[in-house]
C-alpha cells in the first residue's frame, strides 16, 4: 500500500551537489521510517541514509556522513537525499525506501522500495 518514485538523478562533476527527491502515496506512509540505499555497477546493494517518523532520527553511512542530508516532508509525502561534494564513488542506482525501523541497515528490512534513479559522478 506504498507506491515510491525516485527522481533527481542525473551526470554530475565532481564536487557537485545533486538533491533526489521520492514521492509516496499511501495513507499510512507518515508512520513508516523512510531512507535510501544505493548500488554501484558490479556490487552489492548498500544502505545510506534513514530517518525515523517518531523522533526524527537520522542514520547515515560512514562513506556519506557529513557530505549528505536526508530530510522529510510529509505533508507533501516526499523524502529528499541532498547529495554535497560528490565523488566517482558515489556513482550508482538509488532506491528510495520505506519500512518499520530506521535503525535498520539490511535490504531486506525495508519492504517498499522505489523504481531507483542514477546518479553519475565524473571526475
Known amino acids: 500500500q506504498v507506491q515510491l518514485v525516485e527522481s533527481g538523478g542525473g551526470l554530475v562533476q565532481a564536487g557537485d551537489s545533486l538533491r533526489l527527491s521520492c514521492a509516496a502515496s499511501g495513507r499510512t506512509f507518515s508512520s513508516h521510517a523512510v531512507g535510501w540505499f544505493r548500488q554501484a555497477p558490479g556490487k552489492e546493494r548498500e544502505f545510506v541514509s534513514t530517518?525515523?517518523?517518531?523522533?526524527?532520527?537520522?542514520y547515515y553511512a560512514d562513506s556519506v556522513k557529513g557530505r549528505f542530508t536526508i530530510a522529510r516532508d510529509n505533508a507533501k509525502n516526499t523524502v529528499y537525499l541532498q547529495m554535497s561534494s560528490l565523488q566517482p564513488e558515489d556513482t550508482g542506482v538509488y532506491y528510495c525506501?520505506?519500512?518499520?525501523?530506521?535503525?535498520?541497515?539490511?535490504?531486506?528490512?525495508?519492504?517498499?522500495w522505489g523504481q531507483g534513479t542514477q546518479v553519475t559522478v565524473s571526475s
Open positions: 530517518m525515523g517518523w517518531s523522533l526524527g532520527s537520522t
Open positions: 525506501v520505506a519500512g518499520a525501523d530506521s535503525r535498520l541497515r539490511g535490504v531486506y528490512d525495508y519492504p517498499y
